[in-house]
């Protein structure tokens, strides 16, 4: 059995051809008798079908707009596809939008507890792994600092950080490990090899 199939997926999104830029006019459009704002549909997937076998690393390649970001927030399951069947078999863990399940007033050390429980952590676990996703972030002196004033490689590395020490047997990452420096990248580079050694899908 694969990892993840994605069986003919299709992705269907509306864009809203009549835009409003006031109160009023949003209030005149909803109460106004036939007012209706057009939408336009627009095919982000068409008819996508592969399978990603265990232990396999699978990249996702394609411009900008192509539609990479969409497929995979359907595998983790953020998004469902509009046609189509998508299934996972296996713990999986997610880096896909910088800072995605953090809250900005909470702490690093709060948004570590909240955010690990998110991807399925519990609290003995996240105890456990705390000193050691601290050490990885490299974020000790700022870790009880509201994260909304982290830098995007802050970010990065405490939601890296986090995500690897779920243990997953899936890992699906997004551009986000494009921001922050060149040596933080670089271990985090040497992580996801482990990963791949240690038999890990990654996407």
Request: hydrophobic share 40%; glycine share 8%; charged share 25%.
């Amino acid at each position: 059995m694969a990892t993840i199939e994605i069986d003919h997926v299709w992705k269907q999104f509306r864009l809203q051809s009549q835009s409003r830029n006031t109160l009023k006019e949003s209030l005149v459009g909803i109460f106004k008798p036939g007012a209706k704002a057009q939408s336009d549909t627009f095919w982000a997937l068409q008819d996508i079908s592969f399978e990603v076998e265990r232990g396999e690393t699978f990249g996702i390649v394609g411009n900008n707009g192509s539609g990479k970001s969409t497929l995979l927030k359907m595998i983790t399951g953020i998004s469902k596809p509009t046609k189509g069947r998508v299934a996972v078999n296996g713990r999986l863990s997610a880096l896909l939008e910088l800072g995605a399940g953090f809250h900005p007033d909470f702490s690093g050390r709060e948004n570590i507890f909240l955010n690990g429980a998110i991807l399925g952590l519990t609290r003995k676990e996240l105890e456990k792994h705390f000193d050691s996703i601290v050490a990885f972030s490299e974020l000790e002196r700022f870790i009880d600092n509201p994260v909304k004033t982290y830098s995007s490689g802050m970010y990065m590395r405490l939601a890296f950080s986090i995500a690897i020490h779920v243990d997953p047997d899936i890992l699906v990452i997004d551009e986000v490990l494009a921001v922050g420096d060149a040596a933080f990248q670089q271990k985090c580079h040497d992580q996801i090899l482990r990963f791949k050694h240690s038999g890990k899908t990654i996407v």
